[in-house]
């Protein structure tokens, strides 16, 4: 999706996306990942999600990027989290304690942007992109990580014919593909959501996985 589709979703308030609740497989996976307190988390394109804050309440130090600044204007406005601006090569960056977010274009971070990540919670993130960038963002992110790192990561497969993204469907051999080289691969928890999605029903699916994974960067 080019950067405008983005920024004129969160103009228009268009972010049926974004939930006000935390995701239940953070919750109830997360703990496999076996990440200290204190350690440093990424989550790729954020928006203003709430995961955030219950990263931040297991006491992990959260690393964001965003490219749409409404998002990280909302998700501090919203939580009545004070931060402070500045900036940093291409980003302007929201800072506050433990959370720092970058405001821009994910493709722009460098290695040192994410010095010391210990894992990373991909919700909405490779699911959010269509099937021509996703190759660049798995090589991008495989720049970035250090051997070790933990990424939990939760996709959708669907028929793609059925429903334009995004979310896109991701199915179990493209995820293959993309980490194969570069992380090991391990499926925790794969289930059939379409009878809890109305929203996606109505958009005419007839089937609605959802897989959530752990990968451990090689």
Known sequence: MHQEFWLERWQQNQIGFHSE???????QY????HIEAGSRVFVPLCGKSNDM???????YRVIGVELSPL??????TENKVPATAGHKDNFEVWE???????CGDFFHLREDDLTGVDAVYDRASLVALPPEMRADYAGHMKRLLKTGTKILLVAFDYPQQEMDGPPFSVQCQEV??????WCRIDLLHTEDILSKEPRFRERGLNR???????????
């Open 208 to 218: 609605l996985q959802e897989q959530v994974y752990v990968l451990t960067v090689l």
């Open 30 to 33: 997360w703990p496999a990942l």
């Open 176 to 181: 293959e593909t993309l980490y194969r080289d």
């Open 96 to 102: 506050n304690d433990d959370l720092c977010i970058y």
């Open 21 to 27: 609740s935390i995701n239940p497989h953070l919750e």
């Open 53 to 59: 804050l219950w990263l931040l309440a297991q006491n």
């Open 71 to 76: 998002a990280v204007n909302a998700f501090f």
